[in-house]
């Protein structure tokens, strides 16, 4: 699997917001072919040309949710080769919990606080369940990579860096 050549590598951002015990969700069912069609997930997306994962990050959540941020944390960096079966997405896991604005509607999906103990409860992607403990964790930052096979999880490598 280590010896595959993509298409491309897309770099992408991903973000959790906080809300005292909640974190902002985004249930994805209204897409047409979406890849994620179901599953809970963060907030983010793509690096426009000439953006940081910062700047991607900020843009996004603004995008999606109708939320400003303020002073994301960078928490960690996941790898998902070969994900969508041809491109090896690169993602900047970034938490939030300074935030103004109200939320708008998605078009992607429905928008839902959820409590922090309910997460690992939703239809979440299999490798989310592996970082999503550590996303929470004060002075922790993460690695890994994430081999999905028809949308199932296969392998992983994960490590977590206490700081």
């Not at 595959?4 to 906080?18: G, M, P, R």
């Not at 944390?73 to 998902?80: Q, R």
Request: hydrophobic share 35%; proline share 2%.
């Amino acid at each position: 699997m280590e010896n595959e050549s993509y298409s491309h590598n897309i770099i992408a951002t991903l973000c959790y917001v906080k809300k005292r015990d909640k974190v902002l969700m985004l249930h994805r069912v209204k897409k047409q072919n979406d890849i994620h069609q179901g599953k809970y997930n963060g907030l983010g997306g793509k690096l426009e040309k000439g953006e940081t994962p910062y700047e991607c990050v900020i843009r996004e959540i603004k995008e999606e949710s109708g939320l400003s941020i303020k002073n994301p944390v960078l928490k960690g960096i996941l790898n998902f080769p070969n994900f969508d079966g041809k491109n090896n997405w690169i993602v900047f896991v970034y938490i939030s919990d300074k935030f103004s604005g109200k939320l708008v509607k998605s078009e992607e999906g429905n928008l839902e606080w959820v409590g922090f103990k309910d997460i690992l409860n939703l239809p979440l992607w299999e490798g989310d369940k592996i970082f999503l403990k550590d996303v929470f964790k004060k002075n922790s930052f993460f690695y890994g990579t994430f081999y999905y096979r028809k949308n199932r999880l296969v392998k992983y490598k994960f490590q977590t860096i206490k700081k």
